[in-house]
């Protein structure tokens, strides 16, 4: 391979390179870039450079919380032009990500305007308006006291931070993602009360196992709720820092129509959308490896939340389509612990315990530097009240010897002279304009003496007192979590002990009862008992009429207009037996189920079992008629 160049004399020199060694040299290069400089979160904010530099523009342009939403493409035009020369789209992304609910468990930017769904992405950042949220103050918080340092940005006219201070542990709460050259990371968020829990037993007990840190933190919180399903995945990653657990939707089983049952929907597994979820299972019951399902809706909404109703066709058990659901479906999926992270500009695969103890160096690391940087600025600001008070005990000849002197420098030697004063002092002094110098109030300089000295005296017990900093630390730990806290969202469990084939998929044909009462509720009850013919009615609404049939057998309702309309016992609520009092409560209104004439009222319902006699209609003014038996046949049945 030859690489041209071009010499001092503009004439060209053609310089012969080994392949193989150009490109090893230009892919390592290249690797090195994606996993420090984009993919991959320090371990310490757990931020990707991205990422923070968006909540440092944010915080520099003071879009914080109490301030109107700005423009996104003004937000990421900043980043763009001083900090993060990558293009406008990965940016956008990060933002957007940044402030769904979904995918972080303690947003960071509060995103104003279509920010996407977990099936659809986000309008254009023209579109769109952002600042920060209320949880983003706290990564940012102490910037401006020299808590970390600051390093060039990428063509070194200005600076940007190369790790926030992070008052809460970001990587764990908030997780992340990403894909570098060779590597990849993959982690989970949690709850940020929980592992605010843990980090304080690891400031008292640094020598704390994984067991009892795991008392504290139980496993991951996703944003999206659900169930986790196992957690020998979830400790193998606590451990090793790789590890696999399943995601289980909430699921709730409910009757959906008047004819109906169905499975709802209200949380789904982490990254999982109801749109994938619907054509998964259209094509499934396309092509026939799933049966039971007559129709999905998704009524998810702003005000209710996920709700995906899921209709069970009559005849089917619904616990059994369930379980196939989570089977073959989305409804169920599993989620690869990958925790991988800088620390200290090195990828790194980490468990529980290190990761919280990397996060705890760093917080108190953050923690003495800031307050060694409010020791100096209290220091400074008493030598200043020090010099003042000396000069002040005599006004006038300090005003004497500035109007005196011929220039400021004269002035600042007799000042030190006079007073015994130090330059900073004097400085201080000739800066102060003089109708300000003339007013001050000894007592208020002497009570802020007083203030400083004690300010002075705490700053100094938490800098040479390594309990006084761990409980500076744990305080300001306690505040965020009372601040940001949330209760859990996901439910462990650790094993559901049911498989799909333990439930029969159709509803067996075994005796029942139909019952109607006198408010026109039908129900179905599945025993073979007989029911009580009398005893307390707990829901005030006595039983009509009953009859026996079996599950998928049919019964007759008779009118008043001397009609005999057929059922399905299938089609009813299946209610459970009580041994005192049967009820249709909760059952289904009969005017769902049957069509009526006006004025005509259902007055029992009859048993249409081929082996019965037959029926018979009589009115009380002597109108009689024998119901056909052909018309009672199954074959007529549609």
Request: charged fraction near 25%.
């Amino acid at each position: 391979m030859a690489r041209r160049t071009a010499g001092d004399d503009l004439t060209e020199s053609i310089i012969d390179v080994d392949v193989s060694n150009e490109m090893e040299n230009s892919f390592l290069e290249y690797a090195y870039s994606v996993i420090y400089s984009r993919a991959l979160p320090d371990a310490r904010d757990g931020l990707k450079p991205v990422q923070r530099r968006i909540l440092y523009s944010m915080d520099d342009m003071n879009v914080r919380p109490d301030r109107p939403h700005v423009k996104s493409a003004r937000v990421v035009g900043q980043v763009m032009g001083q900090l993060h020369p990558h293009g406008d789209a990965a940016i956008y992304d990060a933002l957007v990500r940044l402030a769904q609910p979904w995918s972080m468990r303690l947003p960071l930017a509060d995103g104003h305007g279509n920010f996407g769904s977990l099936d659809a992405g986000p309008a254009a950042m023209r579109y769109t308006e952002c600042r920060m949220a209320p949880a983003a103050l706290a990564m940012v918080e102490g910037l401006g006291e020299d808590t970390v340092d600051f390093v060039p940005n990428y063509d070194g006219k200005a600076t940007e931070p190369g790790v926030l201070p992070a008052a809460f542990p970001n990587l764990l709460v908030n997780g992340a993602s990403g894909i570098a050259v060779g590597m990849a990371t993959n982690i989970p968020p949690h709850n940020l009360v929980e592992v605010i829990a843990a980090l304080k037993y690891l400031l008292k007990n640094p020598d704390a196992d994984l067991d009892k840190i795991m008392r504290y933190i139980p496993g991951p919180d996703l944003p999206t709720g659900g169930s986790i399903i196992g957690l020998d995945g979830v400790k193998s990653a606590y451990t090793s820092g790789r590890g696999t657990f399943r995601i289980r939707a909430r699921a709730t089983i409910e009757k959906v129509s008047p004819r109906r049952q169905g499975i709802v929907v209200t949380e789904l597994p982490y990254t999982v959308g109801p749109e994938k979820i619907i054509a998964q299972i259209k094509t499934l019951v396309q092509s026939k490896k799933l049966t039971g399902i007559a129709d999905v809706k998704d009524l998810t909404d702003l005000k209710n939340g996920t709700r995906l109703v899921i209709e069970i066709k009559n005849g089917f058990n619904p616990e059994a389509v369930l379980e196939r659901l989570y089977k073959m479906t989305k409804l169920q999926d599993s989620f690869a612990i990958n925790t991988v992270a800088l620390v200290e500009g090195q990828p790194r695969t980490l468990g529980l315990l290190e990761l919280l103890n990397v996060y705890l160096d760093h917080r108190l690391e953050v923690t003495l530097r800031r307050t060694k940087f409010r020791l100096g600025k209290a220091e400074e600001r008493l030598h200043l009240i020090e010099g003042l008070l000396l000069a002040i005990v005599d006004i006038d000849e300090v005003i004497a010897i500035i109007r005196s002197s011929d220039d400021t420098a004269s002035a600042r030697e007799r000042l030190m002279k006079a007073f015994d004063l130090d330059e900073p002092q004097a400085n201080y002094i000739l800066d102060m304009q003089l109708r300000r110098l003339t007013k001050f109030s000894r007592i208020e300089l002497e009570s802020e003496k007083d203030q400083l000295s004690s300010q002075i005296a705490e700053y100094t017990k938490i800098v040479t007192s390594d309990d006084e900093l761990r409980k500076v630390v744990a305080d300001e730990l306690t505040a965020v979590s009372k601040k940001y806290g949330t209760p859990r969202r996901t439910v462990l469990l650790g094993s559901t002990g049911i498989t799909a084939t333990d439930v029969p998929l159709e509803v067996p044909d075994e005796p029942c009862w139909i019952l109607m009462s006198a408010t026109g509720h039908l129900a179905r009850i599945d025993t073979t008992d007989p029911l009580p013919s009398d005893g307390p009615r707990a829901d005030h609404d006595v039983i009509t009429s009953a009859t026996r049939t079996t599950t998928r057998g049919e019964f007759g309702v008779i009118t008043s207009a001397g009609r005999l309309i057929r059922a399905r016992a299938i089609d009813l609520v299946s209610l459970p037996a009580t041994a005192t009092a049967p009820s249709t409560s909760g059952g289904s209104p009969l005017t769902d189920l049957i069509d009526l004439d006006a004025g005509e009222r259902a007055l029992a319902v009859v048993s249409l079992d081929g082996d019965g006699p037959e029926l018979a209609l009589g009115t009380r003014h002597g109108v009689v008629k024998r119901v056909n038996p052909e018309l009672l046949s199954r074959d007529c049945w549609e």
